[in-house]
């Protein structure tokens, strides 16, 4: 089982859906999770952040974290095609030797 | 403004050259880190530094040397490039308490003819 698993894609929905994106992990220590957006050609930038149990939401995005079944989520309202990109999903136990455990990313296309 | 510099931005080199590809960062960031992407495919961390004069080897077998000889900057060596060397590096940066995500520049695109 890999460390961080994401749900198989690509995923593809019309302008102004909700993009829900899916993630689990294997590590019950992971304490801070990300989300990442990689354009095609570009560099990951990160947009989300979760430390807590529950919702949190910025804008149109709603990150989701449930640790007691080590899941993690990305709602993306009134989807754009602006939002067609590969979401990485990245976990870590904080701490001075950690490292960022990215899983495999799920390419999201936005159709007009 | 604090950020993280990758050079060059695109490089295209013969075989059997050596080549150097820069990283710098002015965030003050302890650790660093060196990833490799190929088109589509997933992120595989080749080198890793959690301060000046520590540097180890990441979860992917790779041909490169680096150095921390300073806080701001992690370069990358490949003494002898290869074709099967052609790929996307990237060069990230982080807290040394990794409670917060990575900083990515914007990558080197690397082709060996």
């Keep these: 089982q890999k460390e961080v698993e ?3 894609g690509p995923l593809s929905v019309p302008e102004g859906a909700i ?3 899916n993630c689990t992990y294997s590590d019950r220590g992971s304490q801070s999770f990300f ?4 354009y095609s050609g570009k ?3 990160l947009i989300m952040f979760i430390y807590s149990n529950g919702d949190k939401e910025d804008g149109r995005f709603t990150a989701q974290l449930n640790k007691a079944s080590q899941y993690v989520s990305l709602l993306i309202r009134d ?7 590969t979401y990485l999903c990245a976990v870590v136990r904080t701490g001075a030797n950690s490292k960022l455990t990215f899983g495999k990313g799920i390419t999201l296309s936005v159709r007009p | 403004e604090a950020d993280i510099y990758q050079t060059p931005r695109y490089l295209v080199i013969g075989t059997g050259k050596k080549i150097t590809l ?4 002015t965030m003050g960031h302890d650790k660093m880190y060196w990833y490799q992407q190929d088109p ?5 961390l080749i080198h890793y530094s959690y301060g000046v004069n520590s540097t180890e080897k990441g979860d992917l077998s790779s041909e490169s040397t680096v150095s921390r000889i300073r806080t701001e900057h992690f370069p990358l060596t490949l003494e002898s490039a290869r074709p099967s060397h052609t790929s996307q590096y990237l060069c990230a940066s982080s807290e040394y308490l990794t409670g917060g995500g990575y900083t990515f520049g914007s990558g080197t695109r690397l082709t060996v003819v």
């Design chain 1, 43 to 45: 560099s990951p930038e």
């Design chain 1, 19 to 21: 993009a829900s994106l």
């Design chain 2, 40 to 44: 589509g495919m997933e992120l595989h």
């Design chain 1, 35 to 38: 989300w990442y957006r990689q």
């Design chain 1, 6 to 8: 994401q749900n198989s």
């Design chain 1, 79 to 85: 989807s754009q095609p602006s939002d067609s990109a």
């Design chain 2, 22 to 25: 820069e990283c710098s960062q």
